[in-house]
Structures are given as C-alpha cells and as structure tokens.
C-alpha cells in the first residue's frame, strides 16, 4: 500500500515551507520539535539531580549548581514542555480534524504562537547559558526579588513572553470549536478530546495573565525596588504566592486535563466501544477547570495562612479530586465488555490511568490540612507531582504520540519495541518515585542538595529507576524517527477507531478533507455486535 | 490518620488496577473485526461514583481538619523560645537569655511553643519527628508547638527552599531529661534573662522617655499591655500581640494608639530582629 500521492508533508520542502507554514499540521511538527528538545533539555537536569543525590554527601556539583538544576529543571519541564506539549502538538494537529474543519480559526496567529514560544524559549535558554537561575520553579519571594544574584529577569520574561503563547492558542481553539464545526456536529457529538481542549484553552485564556503578570511584577521589583513583595518595604512576601498559585495550580489541570482526554479517546478506540458516560466525562473536565481555580490555597497550608482558610481550601480540593475519580471510574466501566486490543497506545492510556490513580489519592493526604502540615514540601509533594505530571501528562501524551502517529507521519512504528518501552518506562517510573513517598513520610525535605545518610537507601532506588525511566524515553525517540523513513505504510485507519480524523488520509492533504464531512451521530459508534464472532 | 489514608489509596489503587488488569485480559479482542458489546451508561451507576467518594473525602477532611485545629491550638502553659532564621542559620533565644545556634534543647514532657521570624527570606521550621512545620516569614511571626516525650536527639530540617546552602540550613532539637536540662541550662553563661536584656535595651534606646509606668506620660503605659485589646485612634482595635508590639516599634504612625499624638519616632535599622524580640519579651513581662 503507498501513501498518497499528496498529502501535507510533501506540499514543499524547502525550509521556508515549514518555518512559514499556516498549516496547523505542520506548525504542530514545529511544535513537536521544540517541546522535545526542551523536555531532553530538562531531563539531562533531572539526570544530574539524580546523580548527585544517589550519595548523600554533597559531592557531585556545588550547592550553587545543584539549586540551578533543579530550577532549570523545574522551568523547563512545567513551562516549555508540560503546559504546550499536548494542546500546542497534538491540540493542533487534531482540533481541525476532530471537527472537520480546514484549519483552526486564525492558521496566522497560530504561527505568531509558535514564534512567540520559541521567543520566550530563547530568554530562558539565554539565561541558562549565560549563569542560570537558582530561585527555583516556584520564584517565591522576598528570594527571588532581593537575594537570589542569578538571572531571574531574562527567564522570568522568558516565562512572560511563553505565556501569550498559551494564550493565543486557547483563544484560537476557542474561536475554532464555536464557530467551525462540521455540519452535524453538535456539543454532544463531539469527541471527548475536543471536551478536555476546551477545559483547557478556558484555564489558558483566564490564567496565563495572572502568571504573566505575576513574573513581570518580579522582574520589575529587582529593576525597580517596588516592595510589592519585600516586608521591608511594607510589602507582602506571601502576596506573591497567592498570585503564584492562583495560576500554577489551575496549570496542573492544564497539564493532566489533555491527557484525560487522549485516555478517552484511547480507551474508546480500544476497546472498540462507546466510552460509558460520556456527558459525564465531558462534563467533569469543564468541573475541574471550573473548581482548579479555587484551591490555589493548599499550597500554603503551612505558609502563615489563617486556619479558617486553611479549612475551605482544603474542602474544596476535595471537591476538585471527585470529578477526576468519576473519569477513572468511567474509564474503568468503558473497559467491561469492550473489545480489548493491547496495542501500545492502550499500554499507556492503561498506565496512566493506574498512576493517575496512585497521583489523584496522595492528593487527598495533602488536601487533609492536618496531614499536609507533615508531607508538605518533601519528597513526599515531588513523588505526588511528579505521579500526577509524569504518571500522567507524560504517559497520556506519549499514548496520544503513538496512537495518532500514522496519521501524523502515514506510518506504523515497530510495535514490539513500542510495547518494550512502554514497560520500561512504567517500572522506571515507578521506582524512580514511588520511593520518594517513603522519603517524604520519613521527612526528607525537598530541594537538598545534601541529605543525612539514613535516607540513602531509597534514594539509591530512585536514582535507579530514573536511569531505567531516562532509557525508555529515548527508544521511542528512535523508533519513531526510524518509522518516518521505513515505517510500513498505515493505511487512514490502522486502528479501526472512530472520528473524522481517521476518514481522512495519512497522512492527511493540506486541506484535511477532500470534501467537507457530515456528521450524523454520536462518537464512538461502532458496528454492533450481533451476530459477529464474540 | 496516615496509615488510614494509605489503607484507603491502596484498597482504590488496587481496585482500580485489578479491574483493569481483569477486564483487559478477559475482554481481550479474540477476532480482528471484534467490537465491544455497547453498554448503556447508567445514572445510577455515575451517581454512586459519585456519591460515595465524596462521602469518604468529606470524612477524610474533617479527621484532617481536628487534627489540624488541634496543632494550631497550643496548651494554656508553654515554654517559649524564639527563633530567628537567617541565610543560613537557625538561632534560638531562650526566655532566661540562653541563646543557642542550630541546636535546641528543651526538656522532655513539656509542651514547648517557638516564636519565629526571618531575618531575610522566608524559611521553615520543620522536625519530622514531631510532625510540626511552620513557614518562618520575614516581618511576621509565626508559631508551632510540640511536646517531646523522648529524649533524644531529632533532625530539624529548613523545609521553605531559602537560596545556596538550603539544605545546610539544618539543626537538631535535643530533648533532654527535666534533671539533665537544668544542668544544662546552670552550665551556659549566663548574660541575664532575655526581659533583662529587653529592659536594658528600653533605657539605652531612650524608650523609657516616653514609656513610664505612671499614666500621663508622653507615650502610653505598657505594663499589662501584651494580651490587651488596644483602641487605636480611628476607633478600631486590635489584640496587643507578638505582630502588634513588633509594628509599634517600627512604624509607629501606622497604628495609633486612641488619645495619643503620633509623636514616637520609628526605630527601622536601629535595632535587629534579635533585639526586637528582647523588647518584646520586655514588653510582654510588665506585668
Ligand atoms: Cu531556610
Ligand atoms: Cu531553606
């Protein structure tokens, strides 16, 4: 079978092609390319964290150096790879599709997005060569404003500058699945993937400003002694994390949300069947979107809050962790009778919904005010995150790559070194954090460069496991490179999966379809089953 | 509550992953063209799911949230040191003048309650052992309290990220038999309580100027003040606490007392944390 004649990846070559393309297929590509080189960029960081930890003396790299990494590390992942890697690759290349249209609503400033994030990209490269930061991800203050001597400006305007980025992208999406749906194609028919990007492109039109401005207000208190923040100058250290907060926990939903809704889309296409409960499913994305606003407090439990705030925020992040569990609980009912095929992309969309599990209950040890006092800020908080973010943005993104990467690329991968690596990357998970709970409940503060020696042994272990879980990123990255040239041939619809993405060919032309597509019923409907062999 | 918690995460997780383990076995595709047997959602179903996880986390919050109330609630009768954070330090002042660096020692059964500021960027007191932790904030006090009830030797950790040496920002809490303690405290040098230390500043700093103890003076009384409700000149009041005493000392203009001008001057620069808190505790004893 030969891929078809024209398709969107073989409309031009040249460079300028690509770096001055409108098609939201190949701006995905460029996407894809940079969220990569940033995540193998964060990750070598995590490598060296891992490294210097496995003794507890502090011997591989200086303290300075080891406060800079973990920074680094924090800056990339959460806000060059985490926030855009689903919405601005996959969101991209599949919002169109899902719904039939030619392209999002405006292809030109979608382009201008992926400008402004290389742009923003850039400051915080340039102040990673020029000495790094040390204030860590979170920038709290008075540190950050009056006594970190590191460069806090150019990534903070690098944070600043990303963030229109995300902005433009939500409005885009927005934009695009109000007003350019195919015929037919109403709120209920719409794939449960389209749901969660909607969840998300609302958390980023309503909450990137108040991180922007949040980061700029830092910039401008080191250039001009403001003291929004300095107690000294009648400022409000705490002030800051507020606003902080106010962003970065809703962040998270725009991290996992996405990921949800691959794991729909998987778990339908896989078990061939409709996923049980779909209003629900769609509904609770809107729910945690909505509610991820209003618990920003938790995180500052401890930070000098009253204990009646305490008390309603942490009731409210209770509320927040019901919808997520009635998504797994539909996940899981989806599964009872369905059709089950192991593929690779069910591999992941299983693992994430088993870490995701794991990551959403130690929430609820945290939300307990009374327990948080302990866990908070150890190990305990970085192995719960990192469950939530790696466990289950990482494990749902790499599902998504690999379930909808015939139709990106028009060919198959090596399926068993799929499956290979998925495995490895779920134990190397695993080990890599589940020992950082103990560490956490036996209190191994985070962010320690040194650490007393009784804690080695399960440091050790997760030093391991991250060796293992770094090897399982990489296989994939080979192979798929490799499938691009010699992959077989996939045909438009390998899986035998629903969705108008998979009408079409793969890969598809520039225009996406040849006519435009009539929907007439609900997602997921396949043939049933009568009469055909169980 | 931990352990009930773990109980409850792992009876879940296992659940959840047992299913899935058991469904994707036992439905597993047997022919290529196989589809799943459609199975109509049922609202009873989602309301269950619903219903009962909420049920478990509402009694999850409220067993949090008393343990929570008990923590933030320390005992009528405390013992009190202070402590200062600074980059990267802990120091501890003990109401009869000890003063110790990165280390504490406190006797064992008494309930004992930290008075802590920062020096320079916000920090945190935490010993594991004790399951307290408090964010220590420049330009605020905060408190926790503990009550050891074995001597030993405990890791206290700085748990708030605070700049390079972080993570050499660690001390030990030294519980100590009662015997042992007095020794200990007969055995440091002794420069006078930490009030005496407080009064001496109040004469230096010409405080006593304006401050006496018969009324009609030029500043108002501060015997009895700690603990009392202060009518400012806007008709407000406030609870004369830790926070309240510290500000006067400060920025006196910002809260003013009823029926006197505005007259004290600031004290901003002149005297260090460490020094406010002898002025406190000086202020506290005027009894
Ligand atoms: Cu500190
Ligand atoms: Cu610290």
Redesign the pocket.
């Known amino acids: 079978m030969p891929l078809p004649p024209q398709h969107y990846l073989n409309n031009g070559y040249g460079v300028k092609s690509w770096l001055l393309t409108r098609d939201h297929k190949r701006i995905a590509l460029l996407y894809l390319a940079a969220v990569t080189f940033f995540f193998f960029i964060g990750g070598a960081f995590a490598v060296v964290i891992r490294l210097e930890l496995a003794t507890p003396a502090g011997d591989l790299v200086s303290d300075e150096t080891y406060n800079k990494l973990f920074t680094m590390h924090g800056v990339m992942m959460v806000f060059f790879f985490l926030i855009p890697v689903i919405p601005a690759v996959l969101g991209n290349f599949l919002v169109p599709l899902m719904i039939g249209a030619k392209d999002l609503a405006f292809p030109k400033l979608n382009l201008a997005s992926w400008y402004i994030y290389m742009l923003g990209g850039l400051f915080t490269l340039y102040a990673l060569v020029t000495g790094g930061v040390d204030t860590g991800w979170t920038f709290y203050t008075p540190f950050s404003t009056v006594s970190s001597t590191t460069k806090v400006i150019p990534t903070a305007l690098g944070i600043f500058i990303t963030g229109f980025s995300s902005i433009l992208t939500g409005l885009n999406f927005i934009v695009t699945i109000h007003r350019m749906r195919a015929p037919g194609m109403r709120w209920f028919r719409m794939p449960l993937f389209l749901w969660s990007m909607y969840a998300t492109s609302l958390i980023f039109v309503l909450g990137t400003p108040v991180i922007a401005i949040t980061v700029l207000l830092i910039a401008a208190e080191r250039v001009f002694q403001f003291g929004f923040f300095d107690p000294a100058r009648g400022g409000d250290p705490v002030l800051f994390q507020h606003l902080f907060w106010f962003y970065s926990h809703p962040a998270v939903y725009i991290m996992v949300l996405p990921s949800m809704g691959i794991v729909s889309e998987i778990v339908a296409a896989f078990c061939r069947k409709q996923v049980f409960g779909y209003e629900f499913v769609a509904f609770s994305s809107l729910a945690i979107a909505v509610l991820g606003f209003l618990v920003w407090g938790h995180h500052m439990f401890i930070a000098g809050e009253s204990v009646y705030a305490a008390l309603i925020f942490s009731i409210l992040s209770f509320l927040v962790a019901i919808p997520s569990a009635v998504k797994v609980f539909n996940w899981t009912a989806t599964m009872y009778k369905g059709s089950i095929s192991w593929d690779t992309p069910m591999l992941y969309a299983i693992g994430f919904i088993g870490l995701f599990t794991v990551g959403g209950l130690t929430g609820l040890f945290l939300a307990a005010v009374g327990l948080d006092v302990h866990v908070t800020d150890t190990y305990f908080i970085i192995a719960h995150f990192h469950y939530i973010m790696v466990g289950g943005t990482i494990m749902g993104y790499l599902g998504g790559l690999h379930y909808w990467w015939p139709k990106i690329s028009g060919r198959q991968y090596n399926e068993a070194l799929a499956k290979l690596s998925a495995g490895i990357i779920f134990v190397g998970f695993n080990l890599t954090f589940f020992p950082q709970f103990v560490l956490g409940y036996l209190g191994m503060p985070r962010r320690y460069h040194a650490y007393p020696p009784e804690f080695q042994v399960l440091n050790v272990l997760s030093s391991a496991g991250a060796s293992i879980l770094g090897v399982g990123y990489l296989i994939p990255m080979v192979y798929l490179m490799w499938s691009l040239r010699y992959g077989k041939v996939a045909g438009s619809n390998p899986w035998g999966a629903t969705g108008l993405e998979w009408t079409t060919t793969s890969p598809p032309p520039t225009d996406n379809f040849t006519q435009t597509p009539i929907v007439t019923q609900e997602p997921y409907v396949y043939p049933r089953v009568e009469g055909r062999v169980a | 509550m931990y352990f009930f918690l773990v109980a409850i995460a792992a009876f879940f997780s296992l659940l959840i992953a047992g299913l899935i383990v058991y469904y994707a076995v036992k439905y597993r595709r047997r022919a290529p063209d196989a589809v799943g047997t459609v199975v109509h959602g049922g609202i009873v179903l989602e309301i269950a799911w619903t219903v009962i996880p909420l049920l478990i986390s509402m009694v999850i919050f409220v067993w949090g949230a008393s343990v929570f109330f008990a923590m933030s609630r320390p005992p009528e009768e405390t013992m009190n040191v202070y402590v200062v ?1 600074k ?2 330090m802990w120091k501890f002042q003990h109401l009869d003048g000890e003063r110790e660096i990165n280390e504490l020692h406190v006797p064992v059964g008494r309930a004992v309650k930290l008075i802590m500021t920062s020096e320079d960027v916000i ?2 007191v935490f010993v594991p052992a004790f399951r307290v932790k408090a964010d220590v904030l420049p330009g605020r006090y905060t408190h926790i309290w503990f009550q050891p009830t074995k001597p030993g030797r405990y890791h206290l950790f ?1 748990a ?1 990220y ?1 700049g390079t040496r ?1 993570s050499g ?1 660690i001390g030990e809490v030294v519980v100590m038999e009662p015997s042992d303690y007095q020794a200990w405290l007969s055995g440091g040098a002794p420069e006078g309580s930490l009030a005496s230390a407080g009064e001496k500043l109040f004469a230096d700093l010409a405080c006593n100027t304006c401050h006496r103890p018969e009324a009609q003076s030029r500043g108002p009384v501060l015997q009895g003040l700690f603990g009392k409700t202060v009518t400012l000149q806007t008709g407000e009041t406030v609870v004369a606490d830790e926070a309240y005493i510290r500000e006067s000392i400060l920025n006196p203009s910002a809260k003013v007392t009823a029926g006197f001008q505005p007259i004290m001057p600031t004290f901003q620069g002149l005297v260090s944390e460490e020094q406010l808190l002898e002025l406190i505790e000086y202020v506290k004893s005027l009894r």
């Open positions: 954070g980059q990267w920090h945190d700085c708030e605070c972080h920002m």
